[in-house]
């Protein structure tokens, strides 16, 4: 396992720092009646280095009334996290958010991506949810490096090695569990690491670094994610890299056109989250991702559960559109239609 850490660290996700000492939190909202009572709702400044500069908002919606501490899903949203809600009480980006987003950024309307974030149905099943905007920590921008967490860290000057903003996305994911490690109203031994595509790329690498996290969700997490790099199917290293050069540490390009030479591929990715529970989602449609190589990095990532005692996947044939299983520790469902996470996936996720 330490070989392949420092492996993924050094070739592909670059090196994360490691936890700030006496991180600070404070709870800056608490709406106890969310959702006509069913939820306390709280936003929470997670700071993310000493200087106060950059901080998470972290948006948690809690159900009410459970009496003990409960499990949590936790993702990362794209757009703010006044967009994944209509709930007038979620704050808009402040100052300093806005400041690390970088020039120009237009706040998006209040409930746009609310589809994805069936809030109430997850509550009503027991969850808590918890979600922060990717920007807050790392903007999802090229050309942005001077705006987010990874420089403050490197001092200025990004090495060969760096990490990229998947990593920085990923270390935040780390340090909002550690605000949830103090949170009474949560179960922090039941925290699943939650996300789609781009961000179900950082779930699997959050996942893989803190083993913290209970479990771990990536839904369409395609090239670099969940799907195997040496299929070449879809997007591949050399389009990945090239689009989003900032995801990925340098040194990753150097396997542009050149998938074969990887000294690691994804399911060892996979392999790195056992023996917890692992739930890789693809869309029938979304053959950019690759669903079937996203598939079999689970069936080649089931040596490893079985060495811990948990049965897996093991037939390499496609599975059919519509099919959802789930076999020891690891699941998976292939939804018909297109890129996207909607109720449906939620649905087996819970
Ligand atoms: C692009 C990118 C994918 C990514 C996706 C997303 O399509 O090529 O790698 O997963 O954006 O995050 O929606």
Redesign the pocket.
């Known amino acids: 396992r330490a070989e392949l850490m420092e492996l993924f660290r050094e070739r592909m996700y670059g090196r994360e720092p490691s936890a700030p000492k006496d991180i600070s939190f404070e709870v800056t909202k608490v709406v106890p009646d969310a959702f006509g009572g069913l939820s306390t709702m709280k936003e929470v400044r997670i700071m993310l280095d000493p200087s106060g500069e950059h901080y998470l908002v972290m948006l948690m919606f809690v159900p009410n009334g459970a009496g003990k501490p409960v499990p949590a899903f936790l993702g990362i949203n794209f757009k703010g996290n006044h967009t994944t809600t209509d709930l007038e009480e979620v704050s808009l980006p402040d100052e300093v958010q806005l400041r690390n987003y970088g020039p120009g950024y237009q706040v998006p309307e209040r409930g746009l991506n609310a589809r994805r974030w069936p809030y109430e149905y997850i509550l009503e099943h027991g969850y808590a949810v918890c979600t922060f905007c990717v920007h807050d920590p790392e903007p999802d921008l090229k050309g942005h490096y001077d705006y987010g967490i990874r420089k403050v860290y490197d001092g200025g000057s990004p090495r060969p090695d760096s990490w990229g903003s998947v990593s920085a996305w990923a270390w935040s994911l780390c340090r909002a569990l550690d605000y949830l490690c103090k949170d009474p109203s949560v179960d922090a031994r039941r925290v699943a690491v939650i996300g789609h595509?781009?961000l179900g790329?950082t779930a699997l690498w959050a996942g893989a670094m803190d083993r913290r996290f209970a479990m771990v969700v990536a839904n369409d997490s395609?090239?670099s994610g969940a799907a195997l790099s040496r299929r070449v199917y879809g997007?591949n290293l050399g389009i990945?890299n090239t689009?989003f050069p900032y995801w990925f540490c340098s040194n990753y390009k150097e396997y542009n056109d050149a998938e074969a030479s990887l000294p690691f591929d994804q399911h060892e990715l996979i392999a790195m989250i056992a023996p917890r529970p692992v739930y890789v989602a693809s869309a029938s449609e979304d053959l950019?991702?690759d669903p079937y190589g996203e598939y079999l990095s689970l069936v080649y990532a089931t040596p490893v559960y079985r060495l811990f005692g948990y049965d897996g996947f093991s037939d390499t044939s496609m599975p059919a559109a519509g099919d959802s299983k789930v076999i020891g520790r690891m699941g998976h469902h292939i939804r018909e239609g297109q890129h996207d996470c909607i109720l449906y996936d939620r649905e087996r996720f819970i």
């Open positions: 595509s781009r790329k395609g090239c997007e990945i689009s950019w991702a």
